[in-house]
C-alpha cells in the first residue's frame, strides 16, 4: 500500500501497453495507440524508497 490511498487506486485503474507502454483504462481490450492486446495491470509493486532504513 501506498502512501496515498487515492493515487494508489488511481495506479490500479491504469493498464499498461506491453508493446509500446502507453496507458489504457483498466479492462480495456486492447491498446488505443497500437491495438496490442497485450495489457498489464500497473501494480503497486514499485519498490518503495527508503523502506524500512
Ligand atoms: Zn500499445
Given at each position: 500500500?501506498?502512501?496515498?490511498?487515492?493515487?494508489?487506486?488511481?495506479?490500479?485503474?491504469?493498464?499498461?501497453?506491453?508493446?509500446?507502454?502507453?496507458?489504457n483504462?483498466?479492462?480495456?481490450?486492447?491498446?488505443?495507440?497500437c491495438?496490442?492486446?497485450y495489457?498489464?495491470?500497473?501494480?503497486?509493486?514499485?519498490?518503495?524508497?527508503?523502506?524500512?532504513?
Amino acid at each position: 500500500m501506498g502512501k496515498f490511498p487515492i493515487a494508489d487506486a488511481e495506479i490500479s485503474k491504469i493498464w499498461i501497453c506491453k508493446k509500446c507502454k502507453s496507458r489504457n483504462k483498466a479492462g480495456a481490450a486492447m491498446c488505443r495507440k497500437c491495438g496490442s492486446k497485450y495489457l498489464r495491470p500497473k501494480r503497486k509493486a514499485l519498490r518503495a524508497k527508503k523502506a524500512a532504513a
